[in-house]
Every structure is written in structure tokens, then in C-alpha cells.
């Protein structure tokens, strides 16, 4: 079984993403890690960043278990193979393999191409062969087969012939404009594969996600006979993307028995997953099947009753499988289970604590319903548990007020200034400071009136604030719900929430709980 990745030519095409020749270094030693077969890094000769990802890959890649692949198309009309600068940019970039691109649609053959059929099929044969002479594996992408196959059927298969005659290992049909569906592809894959007379090791299949079955088009054409297929990490490509490499991966080693990666590199499936995203600079989607943080995450409290008992009532696979973590989400459709499962999986066990256990429900049913969300806010849900079990820390201040002024000069620069004024540890503390926001310029000042005390907040930064705004009922005012994000100096991060009418009270109650959260789990006491 071949897995093809093409993250780093056809993934790169979506909207958005941009690699450096460093990015796509890194991206490749990647996906050998996670064990794919193949790896196409892009279009020598055509794109000049990746005529130099191909030369420094002969140096900088030690590949384990991957194929580093080129891609470009046949010949051009009416020019000798052996004259045709991209064809020789192929051979240039030293790879082992070769994917070619090849009109198979004859109305794309005469007006795209604005050829001959018969031009079209020298075209196929001869830079096959010239490649093959040279000693490169050769595979043949067969551009709009699928297209082509319902319009004239002779044509897309003469191309795919003409190209496994001439050489090539593999025939890709390739669903170019997304539009097939998987009843579709598994009659036409069994169709070509009696037509053309050759095993299924010698066909292939790309997907394209426009009616959002390029996954399940890709598992169809493998169950139907295939051994080669292309995809990119997190479905990356053009328009609505391609099928996804992991999903894909998951699907056929996990559902269908498959052996598609060497041993022990499915565990690896999050972590790539997310180091591309963020290589990428893409959010990693939290709810993509197998790596999203969101993948095995439960919320309603008849899942958690059952998941207590046992967790693979609710979960497809064992997360673990692929790297990832079963998680508990706490919100008002949470019951009992939920909660106590949620407080395990943070290290507090309230099974033997009923009344605390009863407490902590109603209470987080309570503040969902005016607004709060402990959803993303791990780091609130704990300090309410702790708060109800006895076990929390004292309050590491007591506020006497706070006061936020911002103030538009002149010159247009907008400053932010905020005074604190706190009793810590039997002292009050008068603290002031700037910063380029309310938030900012309180979470500052209240740093600075701690610091002395606790020395270990010193380490600790606010990584990222959101804001929302939430509609208000029956006839009162917007709720505006904050949501904080601190690091410590190790590169753990927690969330937080807060939530009031006002957007700095709730910005304060989320840093509060920051700062808080932090000083719980620091080495210095509280208190």
C-alpha cells in the first residue's frame, strides 16, 4: 500500500499558507516520522522555492521511511521530451520518483491544452519514458479522470494505458474538481481496474473535498481495489482542501485492518498533525476526527455516566491509538458523572466527597446559566472544586478597588493606566502601571503589587484574551464572557474565565483566577 502525501505541493495551494524552504524541510522530516511512503515536495523548475527545498533536501533530509517525490507535467506540445527544460528540472532535482500531471479529460485536452488527443498520449509516453530510462519510479496523476470518464470513457483510460505501458508503476485517478460521490468512485474504480486489465497496485486515487466525501472517496477507492492514495496532513488544498492524510491513515489501519504505516508511527498522528498546523501558522481545528483536541472530548452527562463504567462505550477507538487524550467538558448539560469524572482527570477525586461532589454540579449549573463557560477553562473548573472541597489555597489578596483610565493624546497614541490597591499577607499595597490596554495595563499592575510576596508570578504571561459577547435575557443588558490564557517560565498553560456585564470586571475575574491558578501549582505557598 502506497501513502502518498502531496502537504507540501497541493496542501500548499491552500488559501493562507505560504512555506518557506526551512517550513517545508521541517513538514517533511515530519511526515517520514509519522511513516508515510511518499512524500512530494513540489515543482522543480516552475516554483524557486521548491528548485531549493530539492536541492538542499539531497543534504539536510535523512529520510527513514519515506520516498522524497517531484512532481511536474509531460512534455509540452510539439517539444522534444529531451529539449524540455522542466522535464530536465525533474531530473535535476535528483529524486527517486517522479509524479507527473496529465490531461485526461479530452475537452481539457484541446482546450486547455489546445492539442491533440494523440499529441496528448505521445506527450504521457514519452516523458514517461525518458524518466523511466533515467532510473526514476514514475507515477502518473491523471487529471480530471473521473470528469473525463463520464464524458467519454475511452480517453481518460487510453491515458492511464499509454502511461503503464510506457512505464509508469502507477496510474493516478484523480477527482480534480471534488465532485464525485463514493458510490461513484467505487463502480468506476472496478470498472477501470477490468478495463485496463492490471492489478490494483497499479492504480492510485486523488481526492479533492468539494462535496466533503474526499475521505470517504479515498477509503471506497482502496476498498474497491486500489493501492496507492494521495492525501495531504489536515486535508490541506485547495478550495475546500483534499482528503485528509490522518483521517484517511486512521480509517484504513484502524476500521479496516490496513497495515498503511510502519510499526508504532500511528501514536505519532497528533503530534504531527498539530506541528504542521502551526508550522502552517493554522489554528489546529479542534474538531477534526482522530487529532483534534475536540476528538474524543464528552459533554453530555448521559456520555460521562456511561464513559465512567466504561470509557470506549462513548469513544470509536482508544484515544491513546493516535496520540490523543479522552477529555470531560464541563457546562450545564454536565450531571454528576461529568463532574467527577472532569475532577479525576484534574487530579481531584470527588467520588468520595458526595456533598462536595452535589456542590460543585449545582454550582457550575448556576454559573453556566448567567453566562460562564468552563468548556475551554480547565484552570477556573479546578479552583471552584478546590473551593468546594475545603482544599483551596486562601485568597493570595483581598482587593480594596481597582481603577483603569484610558487616555487618547494627542499625537494619537492610545495608553492604558491602571491602579491597584490589594492587602496581601497583612500589608496594603498601592501599585499603578501602563500597559497597551485596560487588561493589560491591570494584569501589569496587579503583578507588580504581588511580585514581592510571590515571586513566583514573575514567570507567569499572559498568552492570549478573548472576548464575547453574549446576548442578555429577559430584558437585561449584554454578558460579556472573558477568557484568559497564561504561561508559566516551563511552558504550561492554563485558561481562566470571567464573566460579568462590564468588560474589565470580567477581564478581572479571569486574571484573578490566572494569577491564582499559577500560585496554586508554583513551589511557594499561598496565603
Known amino acids: 500500500m502506497h501513502v502518498y502525501d502531496t502537504t507540501l505541493r497541493d496542501g500548499a495551494q491552500r488559501e493562507g499558507i505560504s512555506y518557506s524552504v526551512a517550513d517545508k524541510l521541517a513538514v517533511a522530516r515530519l511526515l517520514d516520522e509519522f511513516g508515510v511512503g511518499f512524500i512530494e515536495g513540489g515543482w522543480p523548475g516552475a516554483l524557486p522555492t521548491d528548485t531549493e527545498f530539492f536541492r538542499r533536501a539531497r543534504t539536510e533530509l535523512d529520510l527513514k521511511h519515506a520516498v522524497l517525490v517531484a512532481f511536474g507535467s509531460t512534455r509540452r506540445a510539439g517539444v522534444a521530451v529531451a529539449a524540455d527544460p522542466q522535464v530536465q528540472a525533474l531530473l535535476d532535482a535528483g529524486t527517486p520518483a517522479v509524479c507527473l500531471v496529465a490531461k485526461s479529460d479530452p475537452r481539457h485536452v484541446s482546450q486547455a491544452l489546445r492539442t491533440t488527443g494523440a499529441e496528448n498520449l505521445a506527450m504521457v509516453r514519452d516523458t514517461v519514458a525518458h524518466l523511466v530510462a533515467y532510473g526514476r519510479r514514475v507515477f502518473l496523476d491523471c487529471e480530471h479522470f473521473f470528469d473525463g470518464y463520464r464524458h467519454d470513457p475511452a480517453y481518460p483510460l487510453a491515458v492511464a494505458r499509454t502511461a503503464l505501458d510506457a512505464g509508469a508503476e502507477v496510474a493516478v485517478l484523480c477527482d480534480t474538481n471534488?465532485?464525485?460521490?463514493?458510490?461513484?468512485?467505487?463502480?468506476?474504480?472496478?470498472?477501470?481496474?477490468?478495463?485496463?486489465g492490471v492489478g490494483g497496485d497499479r492504480l492510485g486515487i486523488h481526492c479533492q473535498n468539494d462535496t466533503a466525501c474526499a475521505v470517504a472517496n479515498t477509503i471506497a477507492a482502496v476498498e474497491a481495489g486500489v493501492r496507492h492514495f494521495q492525501c495531504t496532513a489536515n486535508?490541506?488544498?485547495?478550495?475546500?482542501?483534499?482528503?485528509?492524510?490522518?483521517?484517511?491513515?486512521?480509517?484504513l489501519a484502524l476500521k479496516r485492518g490496513i497495515p498503511v504505516l510502519p510499526e508504532g508511527c500511528l501514536?505519532?498522528?497528533?503530534?504531527?498533525?498539530?506541528?504542521?498546523a502551526e508550522i502552517a501558522n493554522l489554528a489546529p481545528d479542534t474538531h477534526q476526527a482522530y487529532v483534534g483536541s475536540s476528538a474524543f472530548a464528552h459533554k453530555a452527562g448521559l456520555h460521562a455516566s456511561a464513559i465512567k463504567v466504561d470509557p470506549m462505550l462513548y469513544n470509536h477507538i482508544k484515544p491513546s491509538t493516535v496520540g490523543n487524550d479522552m477529555r470531560v467538558l464541563v457546562t450545564e448539560m454536565a450531571g454528576r458523572a461529568s463532574i467527577e469524572l472532569k475532577s479525576r482527570e484534574l487530579g481531584l477525586d470527588l467520588a468520595g466527597d458526595p456533598a462536595a461532589l452535589s456542590r460543585v454540579t449545582e454550582r457550575v449549573k448556576q454559573l453556566e446559566a448567567r453566562g460562564w463557560s468552563f468548556e475551554a477553562a480547565d484552570a477556573s473548573f479546578e479552583l471552584l472544586v478546590r473551593q468546594e472541597q475545603g482544599s483551596g489555597p486562601a485568597p493570595p489578596f483581598a482587593l480594596e478597588s481597582y481603577r483603569v483610565l484610558v487616555e487618547h493624546r494627542e499625537d494619537g497614541a492610545v495608553v492604558s493606566e491602571a491602579t491597584v490597591k490589594v492587602r496581601v499577607r497583612g500589608e496594603r499595597v498601592i501599585s499603578t502601571a501602563e500597559g497597551n490596554g485596560p487588561v493589560n495595563a491591570l494584569d501589569e499592575a496587579l503583578r507588580s503589587a504581588l511580585l514581592r510576596h510571590y515571586p513566583a508570578l514573575a514567570g507567569l504571561e499572559l498568552a492570549d484574551y478573548k472576548v464575547r459577547i453574549l446576548a442578555g435575557s429577559h430584558g437585561t443588558g449584554a454578558v460579556t464572557r472573558v477568557l484568559v490564557e497564561t504561561v508559566d517560565a516551563t511552558g504550561q498553560d492554563w485558561t481562566t474565565v470571567g464573566v460579568h456585564e462590564n468588560v474589565v470586571e470580567a477581564s478581572w475575574r479571569a486574571l484573578v483566577d490566572a494569577l491564582a491558578y499559577g500560585l496554586v501549582h508554583a513551589s511557594e505557598p499561598v496565603g
Open 178 to 196: 471534488g465532485g464525485m460521490l463514493p458510490s461513484q468512485v467505487t463502480a468506476v474504480v472496478g470498472e477501470v481496474l477490468a478495463a485496463l
Open 267 to 276: 501514536a505519532q498522528m497528533v503530534r504531527v498533525a498539530h506541528a504542521i
Open 235 to 251: 486535508g490541506y488544498g485547495e478550495r475546500p482542501g483534499n482528503a485528509d492524510l490522518f483521517a484517511v491513515v486512521g480509517n
